[in-house]
């Protein structure tokens, strides 16, 4: 059989098993895997890694903040930069506006997207404190192919315990996942408020206002609460170990319970906070960025099966964007660019031998894409969707503005030196990056439906 396109010579990495194949790719779908396969395309990747597509399930293309305030990349810049960095499907997010039904926010936040996407997306619907008078519309939202739901514990979106519970009570009732951004409101606003008066006001308290007990806090409440209404929950960019011990113990009492972390936290410090002048508000994000000690027990965990993922959070904003909270740490937009490096960053717990290949690829690729509900991505096997990445483990890169192709004009990434990074990037068995060039087009990504594995009530 002659195939569309054949990757030849390579080491499949998958997250449960290692060996050299050929895969041989036909209508998009990986139709063979096996020895000698032939296609009109071939691709010799020998001396590399072959394994699925990157899956990152927690982004924010385009999202505004109100007062201008748009986060730099939308949904052309965001993806393009995801699949040179090996990425090949997203999830962002759905906010729907107050007078609009969740189905109508999903149709405008699709009209946003569908012109512009270069590798597949799904979205998470918000449930903020607008839509608790609209939960009744969770099930129409599911069947529309949103299969998770987003939670606040802080913001303008946040929920109280109350509308907490009601909200997981709706997204269980539709077989929905429920996913969370845990950190404790109250507190942040009064420590907040308690450094500005006393002129605190520079990047270097942002962290010491949102400090790290009060977010293991914060996701063991939500963790109770969601036990209580017997329903998974996963907790979003886990900053700290004290969210860590907070998942490990729900789940060594069985409960369905998972976590994840993104590479700021596991790269930076907050020494980052102390940067002089702009350059100290850059690495803003929440929750904090933290102490040493805390990045070292990521990367434990990653590795001990204690946190189950690694996402991006991507929300970067222009560094004019972040200047406007220069002389008050409050007033800065949080977030940080992070898509392109996530899965060669990631890589970096293999060189450092914090965990296997395959746990590499279960972290970046097959562990979100089975929480999300993204069935034919994550993996390699027949039937599945062609994507696949060809990763060099070999490449040393150093990362800086000039080499990343995410629209900001700084990374907090900036000098960080990585071994290994991808040379070739299909998605749906097409060659969209291939030796650092761009051969995809906006448009040609796709909305997936996503239907997770949850048994309804």
């Known amino acids: 059989m002659n195939f569309d396109l054949v990757v030849k010579n390579g080491l499949v990495v998958s997250a449960s098993a290692t060996y050299h194949a050929d895969i041989g790719v036909s ?130 979106f946040r929920l109280d315990d109350g509308q907490l519970l009601r909200a997981l009570e709706a997204i269980r009732d539709a077989g929905g996942q429920p996913v969370i951004h845990a950190e404790n409101w109250d507190v942040i606003c009064a420590l907040v408020e308690r450094n500005v008066q006393a002129g605190r006001t520079t990047p270097h308290w942002h962290p010491r206002s949102r400090p790290a007990p009060m977010e293991g806090e914060a996701a063991g409440r939500a963790i109770d609460i969601a036990h209580f209404v017997d329903t998974p929950l996963h907790i979003f960019h886990v900053s700290c170990s004290d969210v860590v011990e907070r998942i490990k113990a729900a789940r060594a009492a069985g409960w369905p319970i998972t976590g994840e972390t993104c590479p700021q936290y596991l790269f930076l410090t907050w020494d980052a906070y102390d940067a002089p002048g702009l350059a100290g508000t850059f690495p803003v994000c929440s929750p904090p960025i933290r102490a040493k000690s805390h990045q070292e027990a990521l990367w434990q965990a990653l590795g001990r099966g204690d946190l189950q993922l690694v996402t991006t959070d991507h929300c970067p904003f222009t560094s004019d964007l972040k200047a406007r909270g220069l002389h008050d740490f409050s007033k800065i937009p949080g977030g940080v660019p992070s898509i392109e490096m996530r899965l060669a960053g990631v890589y970096q717990g293999v060189v450092r031998e914090h965990f296997s290949p395959n746990r590499w690829v279960e972290l970046c690729c097959t562990a979100p894409a089975r929480l999300a509900g993204l069935h034919d991505k994550g993996d390699i096997a027949i039937g599945l969707d062609a994507d696949l990445v060809i990763f060099d483990p070999d490449r040393p890169v150093t990362l800086s503005t000039d080499f990343l192709h995410e629209r900001c004009d700084w990374t907090p990434y900036d000098g960080i030196e990585l071994t290994g990074w991808p040379a070739v990037t299909i998605s749906r068995g097409e060659v969209i990056i291939r030796d650092g060039e761009f051969l995809g087009e906006p448009g040609r990504g796709r909305f997936v439906e996503r239907i997770p594995n949850i048994v309804k009530r």
């Open 27 to 156: 209508a998009g779908k990986i139709a063979a895997i096996g020895e000698d396969l032939a296609g009109a395309q071939e691709i010799d990747a020998a001396g590399k890694l072959v394994i699925p597509g990157g899956v990152d399930i927690h982004v924010h293309m385009q999202m505004s903040l109100g007062d201008g305030v748009i986060s730099s990349d939308d949904f052309y810049s965001g993806t393009r930069a995801a699949a040179f960095g090996g990425t090949t499907t997203i999830v962002d997010f759905v906010e729907p506006g107050p007078e609009q039904t969740l189905v109508e926010g999903l149709a405008d936040r699709r009209a946003e997207a569908d012109p512009q996407v270069v590798i597949d997306y799904g979205l998470h619907m918000t449930i903020g404190p607008n839509e608790i008078a609209k939960l009744d519309q969770v099930q129409a939202a599911y069947d529309a192919g949103c299969g998770s739901f987003k939670l606040y514990m802080a913001y303008g």
